[in-house]
């Protein structure tokens, strides 16, 4: 009979394990009753990098969830390994027509092939590469071909509701300064003074505001600013005195438009000169190009999408895979590339499903497996330097700045934010040595709120010994 009752006893102890396998650290699961959060809200999984033992913890990691911009593990991961860390983009300028006695008598064209940081200070160099041809004048048009992406007319607020957010800049061929303007407000004699970068042909702007007594605050609400006519800001309000000089970027009321606007107000800032127009078009078959201007390296690039969670620059490399391999970069020819990616290098299973590179999305899906198998891949891989190093530190950098995580420095997690979602992944480093992936996702109304169990995850995975 004792012999009986220990088999009983053992049968119970193995039907038990997966339940064990499921119960969550205490101190997250703390974190979650404080919050009133249920166990179903949150996706987890820990498990070393190199995937040769069972995973410490498992908790609805089959489950496809809304990722947010932990997406764009997936985007920039492939474009490691599809375009090489030292793929840059060029953009070519053609001249169209002779330079004589420094006029240009023809057309200028720029044409964009989807450079993700073609900054204001980046598309002053290119202006002025063009004025080092001897070119102070042009007698005929700048052309500005955006050709190479073909994407849908979108509205900048469908999202969100919130048209003028810098993060809802929509992908372009010829993406300018990410379509948006910065205004600086600097305190100096009973004014703030405005000004304005990248100067936008066309748009008004008062010079400067009067200055307000009081607290900063809300300094933005105070300025009474009304975006809506894109030729004209109006700032009917004041500055308080003691914000010292700051910085508000907003993204351009009529996106369209921007890059026209900014190419020919940039160019008139420069001393020169246009009789036409600053247009759209395309460049004409069997001209060459005068020069390309090139940007930073793609290992470059993905640290500003990583660290910082660049939307625009995401979905500007994803379009770029398809761009490559295509010869024009659409959404549906780079969701095709990434499953095929996925099949040949993740597993021949089930893909994510993915839309836009981003994360800005509602359709996104993907499970804290698939994210696991990813990130080890990607730690196996020789590019694996440059995709970890692209990643926010828990308590040092990027979108992890603030994180409340106690092991500052542990851990490179990309981060992920959305109305009803928050969620990190990527490498912890632990007390042992030992590297582990984390995965943690919250879907939920209050999905924000699940922050603090997540860092507690952070913290437990961490303190291994």
């Known amino acids: 009979m004792p012999v009986l009752r220990l088999l009983a006893c053992w049968a119970l102890f193995m039907a038990a394990l997966p339940a064990l396998a499921q119960a969550l650290p205490a101190e997250v699961e703390a974190a979650l009753a404080r919050v009133k ?61 002779s330079v004589r006695d420094g006029t240009l008598h023809g057309n200028l064209y720029i044409k964009g092939q989807g450079d993700p940081k073609l900054v204001a200070e980046r598309l002053w160099l290119l202006l002025r590469r063009i004025q080092g041809l001897g070119i102070r004048s042009i007698n005929g048009d700048i052309v500005l071909d955006r050709s190479t992406f073909e994407t849908a007319a979108s509205n900048p607020g469908a999202f969100d509701g919130e048209p003028l957010r810098p993060y809802n800049a929509a992908p372009d061929a010829l993406l300018l300064n990410f379509a948006a303007l910065t205004m600086t407000f600097t305190p100096q004699g009973g004014l703030a003074q405005i000004h304005l970068e990248p100067p936008l042909a066309g748009l008004q702007l008062p010079p400067a505001v009067p200055l307000t007594a009081g607290e900063c605050g809300d300094w933005r609400g105070g300025l009474k600013a009304d975006f809506s006519d894109p030729s004209r800001i109006r700032l009917a309000g004041g500055y308080p005195v ?3 000089e700051r910085n508000w970027p907003i993204a351009y009321a009529d996106p369209r438009s921007y890059a026209a606007r900014a190419v020919a107000g940039l160019w008139q800032q420069m001393g020169g000169a246009l009789t036409g127009q600053v247009r759209e078009g395309r460049v004409p078959a069997g001209l060459a190009p005068a020069f390309e201007a090139q940007s930073p390296s793609l290992a470059e690039i993905i640290r500003d999408i990583n660290k910082f969670s660049n939307n625009v620059m995401a979905q500007q490399l994803f379009l770029t895979l398809s761009l ?23 597993g021949a299973g089930d893909t994510p499903l993915f839309d836009n590179g981003s994360g800005l999305s509602r359709e996104e899906r993907i499970t804290a497996q698939q994210l696991a198998r990813l990130l080890q891949a990607a730690w196996a891989s020789p590019l694996m330097p440059e995709l970890v190093s692209s990643l926010p530190v828990t308590g040092i950098d990027g979108t992890l700045k603030r994180s409340r995580a106690k092991g500052a420095g542990l851990a490179h997690l990309k981060t992920g934010s959305l109305r009803d979602v928050w969620g990190v992944a990527g490498y912890v480093h632990a007390a042992s040595g030992k590297r582990y992936v984390l995965v943690a996702i919250a879907n939920h109304p209050q999905a924000a709120a699940a922050r603090p169990a997540l860092e507690a995850l952070i913290d437990w995975t961490a303190r291994d010994l």
């Open 242 to 244: 003691a914000c010292g």
């Open 324 to 346: 490559q391999q295509n010869g024009t970069g659409t959404l549906e020819g780079s969701r095709e590339v990434m499953r095929q990616w996925w099949r040949e290098r993740i």
């Open 37 to 97: 959060l249920p166990r179903d809200a949150v996706s987890l999984l820990v498990v070393e990098a190199d995937g040769k033992a069972p995973p410490r913890l498992s908790h609805r990691a089959g489950v496809p969830v809304n990722p947010a911009s932990i997406a764009k593990l997936a985007t920039t991961f492939a474009a490691l390994e599809l375009l090489g860390p030292a793929f840059t983009w060029a953009t070519p300028v053609y001249l169209e027509g």
